[in-house]
């Protein structure tokens, strides 16, 4: 599979509730920005993508200009997404066009290659009211 293949499963297991954290290298520099966190190292990620998936439901993700990069084991995109989801817990729903970036290794090779995430920057753009 390749690094985009990748990105788009990384959408439908957000947009079925399965769990997202499979998707990161276990790393101690792995980073992920959401719209309201960062989190740092694998351990913090995994753990704040498990709560994510604990507390929320109903998820869209729709991918509108997906850009992707591969070169020598490492990969880099960009896209531009609408997410809109329910928090069970707040019982309020949520709705964002948002940017995604971020940078993807490679492990393994050939048939068995798998890219893994290493940095994803989530956000939202700012509007000035």
């Known amino acids: 599979m390749n690094a985009a293949a990748t990105i788009r499963e990384y959408y439908e ?4 509730g399965e769990p997202l954290y ?3 290298a276990e790393r101690s520099d792995v980073v992920k920005f959401g719209v309201g966190e960062r989190l740092v190292g694998y351990d913090a ?3 704040g993508l498990r709560e994510q998936t604990r507390t ?3 998820w869209t993700v729709e991918s509108n200009d997906l850009r992707v990069t591969e070169r020598d084991g490492y990969a880099y995109f960009s896209d531009s997404v609408f997410m809109a989801w329910t928090d069970r817990e707040a019982n309020h729903e949520y ?3 948002t940017r995604w970036s971020g940078t993807m290794v490679q492990r393994g090779d050939g048939d068995d ?3 893994l995430f290493v ?3 989530v956000s ?3 509007v000035d009211g």
């Open 13 to 16: 297991a957000l947009r079925r």
């Open 56 to 58: 929320t439901d109903d």
């Open 95 to 97: 709705a964002f066009s």
């Open 113 to 115: 290659a798998e890219w």
């Open 22 to 24: 499979p998707y990161f």
């Open 124 to 126: 939202t753009p700012y």
């Open 119 to 121: 940095g994803m920057h």
């Open 45 to 47: 990620v995994a753990e």
